[in-house]
């Protein structure tokens, strides 16, 4: 089948039946034979659908409804939806692997699934290859695609869940590597008008697992595709702790980006919990970023309070998800009253810490919990709801900012939800 046929297919099971949301009848599950530009995770759902479980859609596992839901494969898809009823008058959110989402309740709207496939070398050079993504390409499969063709960059990035269109929303990151050092651009239609615009690494606006798709631009977007620029001659970043000791502890001094890749992959499976298996969204909070005069009097009532000093906001190290197993170990960068350093540089408190302080760590409420090895990571033990998951992250915060003073900021998106008040 060529590609217009292909795509025929799509427009032949998506849009009849979006006239109009009171005509449209539900719909067994339908597979659409797609072969335009072979996906690396080949998506194979119905492209539209009403009353959907989002269970198997959301990494914390929870059991909510949405009113419609429908898979975009391609940009005339996307043209196509946002000339309909059903998208115009209901509210809409744009889903990738559901890793980074806590939906409290049921969606009464339309959920917009990204599947859309294919990657695509650009350029390439003695030194360097530019490649294109679908943004629903599932990100660990890019990662490892890249490694199987020798290319640099992703390998600290290894085993991160979800698509790689979600990738740039918060800037992911791990083992001391961030999306923003391979990124070159995206491509993101404007739900507004239908434009499709290119954002580069300026426009982004990346810091520490954050974007301008997380401020000004929330919900405005669709990413499309994202466009990353990897080394053919990798240099390796094993400068994070636990990476750099189970390198050592298999011998390896000379690591290939497979050897990282690898070690990663080691490290994450022992310290994450699988979703699969136990409910999650990986770091519920961000860690929070304080003065350093606020740390110095921190100090003074908790002597043992780690911090890492931050020159820049989007300085990943320490404290995050990645870091040793929910103890935290300064990586030399501690800051004490006599350290030296200027009072008033940022410091970065790994939230882990704090939450561990209030005794959060392992507590469980119901089948909601606190991940008894890392207390960054909220849990679905079985049958917890939304609500309670929020409400746990409530409590945790409330109690962090009456014994410290501290907001901690959540990392995972709550859909239709707030956390609490700002201070
Ligand atoms: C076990 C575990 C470990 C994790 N470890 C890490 C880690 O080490 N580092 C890290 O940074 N993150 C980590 N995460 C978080 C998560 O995997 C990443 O944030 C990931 O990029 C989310 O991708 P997703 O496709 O699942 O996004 P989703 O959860 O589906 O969506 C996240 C947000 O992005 C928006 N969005 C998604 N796709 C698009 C699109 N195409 N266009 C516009 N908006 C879009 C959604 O509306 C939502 O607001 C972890 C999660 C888990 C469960």
Redesign the pocket.
């Known amino acids: 089948m060529d590609v217009s046929t292909a795509f025929n297919y799509t427009s032949y099971y998506l849009f009849p039946l979006f006239a109009s949301p009171s005509n449209v009848q539900i719909h067994s599950i339908r597979t659409i034979p797609f072969t335009n530009n072979p996906p690396l995770n080949t998506p194979s759902n119905a492209p539209y659908k009403e009353r959907i479980s989002l269970k198997p859609y959301?990494?914390f596992g929870i059991d909510v409804t949405a009113d419609y839901w429908v898979e975009i494969f391609h940009l005339d898809d996307i043209a196509r939806l946002l000339g309909t009823d059903l998208y115009r008058q209901y509210p809409h959110?744009?889903?990738?692997?559901?890793?980074?989402?806590l939906f409290p309740g049921d969606y009464h709207g339309l959920i917009i699934k990204?599947s859309?496939p294919g990657v695509t070398v650009i350029s390439e050079d003695e030194c360097h290859v530019v490649v294109r993504t679908g943004?629903?390409v599932v990100?660990d499969d890019l990662v490892r695609h890249c490694l199987n063709n020798g290319w640099g960059g992703l390998e600290n990035?290894s085993?991160?869940?979800?698509?790689t269109?979600?990738?740039p929303?918060?800037?992911?990151?791990?083992y001391g590597v961030e999306l923003k050092e391979t990124f070159v651009s995206l491509d993101?239609v404007q739900l507004d008008n239908g434009q499709t615009e290119s954002f580069d690494r300026e426009r982004c606006q990346f810091s520490y697992?954050d974007s301008i798709?997380?401020r000004s631009c929330?919900?405005r977007?669709?990413?499309?595709s994202v466009t990353l620029k990897l080394d053919k001659k990798p240099k390796m970043n094993i400068s994070y702790g636990p990476l750099k000791a189970m390198l050592s502890e298999k011998g390896v001094d000379q690591p290939t980006i497979q050897d990282v890749s690898r070690a990663v992959r080691a490290v994450?499976s022992y310290k994450?919990?699988?979703?699969s298996i136990t409910g999650?969204?990986?770091?519920f909070f961000k860690n929070p970023l304080v003065t350093g005069d606020r740390f110095a009097q921190l100090q003074d009532s908790y002597p043992d309070i780690p911090g890492y000093p931050v020159v820049d906001q989007s300085d990943s190290t320490g404290g995050?998800?990645?870091a040793s197993g929910g103890k935290i170990t300064p990586s030399g960068g501690k800051i004490t009253s006599s350290g030296g350093r200027s009072p008033s540089s940022s410091v970065k408190i790994p939230a882990a810490w704090l939450i561990e302080k209030c005794g959060f760590k392992g507590m469980r409420d119901g089948d909601a919990g606190v991940h008894k090895r890392h207390a960054l990571?909220l849990v679905n033990h079985g049958r917890a709801s939304g609500e309670q998951l929020l409400g746990l992250a409530r409590n945790i915060r409330e109690t962090v900012l009456e014994k410290f003073g501290i907001a901690l900021e959540p990392?995972?998106?709550i859909?239709n939800g707030d956390i609490g008040i700002k201070p």
């Open positions: 959301n990494t959110f744009i889903l990738g692997g559901g890793s980074n989402v990204n859309i943004a629903g990100w990035l085993m991160i869940p979800g698509l269109g979600a990738a929303i918060q800037n992911i990151g791990a993101a697992r798709f997380k929330k919900g977007y669709l990413i499309t994450r994450l919990p699988d979703p999650n969204a990986g770091s995050d998800i990645t990571i990392e995972v998106n859909v």
